[in-house]
Every structure is written in C-alpha cells, then in structure tokens.
C-alpha cells in the first residue's frame, strides 16, 4: 500500500490542523494505521494508532485529550485531528500501516512522505 499523507501548514499556537493520510490500493482495511512525528534533532515519536476496524485507538500521554486519530475504510483514508496546537507540537508528521496497532514504529511496514507542521506562538 502507498500512503501520501497531507494537511499540514503553518498555524499559530491554539489552532487546529486536520491531516490526512490517503492509501492507494484495496487492502487499507486490512492494516492497523498510526502516527507519528519528528522534530529537528529529535527521534520519532509515536502519536497514535488505530486499528484496522477503527474500533480502537491509542494515544501516545503528549497527545491525548488533543488529538483524535480515526479513518474511512470506504474512502482509505486515515485522519489526524489536531486541537489547541503548540510550538513543541512542531514537527514534520507521518502516517504508517502496519499489520498490527502498536506504539512501535518498527511493527509498520508501509510509510507515508510526510507532512510539515509548524507552530508559532
């Protein structure tokens, strides 16, 4: 699967962002879907994940309360709605499949470009 993940932009410190994250091919329902971020100098962060059903989610402490994870099955496309944004939530976004919804960035094999996002205060 090819995943092109989109949305970010340059936003000031209180404001939201909603990425996306489209899957080309069939088989996006069948793979657990997450996200995460990477900051200058810094390593790449788990933010969250969803299972293949969207049943489930998992939030990473950082994020919890002010981002939602979610996808359309139908549309095969993954979300990431982002509320009451931070400088320190700038960072550079990535979408990934995996066959199984976990916080380890090495159980997902597919990987999408990335997006920017940047936070002035």
């Known amino acids: 699967v090819q995943l092109q993940a989109s949305g970010g932009g340059l936003v000031q410190a209180g404001d939201s962002l909603r990425l996306s994250c489209a899957a080309s091919?069939?088989?996006?329902?069948?793979?657990?879907m997450g996200w995460f971020r990477q900051a200058p100098g810094k390593e790449r962060e788990f933010l969250s994940t969803i299972t293949s059903s969207g049943r489930s989610t998992y939030y990473a402490d950082s994020v919890k309360g002010r981002f939602t994870i979610s996808r359309d099955n139908a549309k095969n496309t993954l979300y990431l709605q982002m509320n009451n944004l931070q400088p320190e939530d700038t960072a550079v976004y990535y979408c990934?499949?995996?066959?199984?919804?976990?916080?380890?960035?090495?159980?997902?094999?597919?990987w999408g470009q990335g997006t920017q996002v940047t936070v002035s205060s």
């Open positions: 990934a499949a995996g066959r199984s919804s976990t916080s380890n960035d090495r159980q997902y094999v597919y």
């Open positions: 091919g069939r088989t996006f329902s069948v793979y657990a």
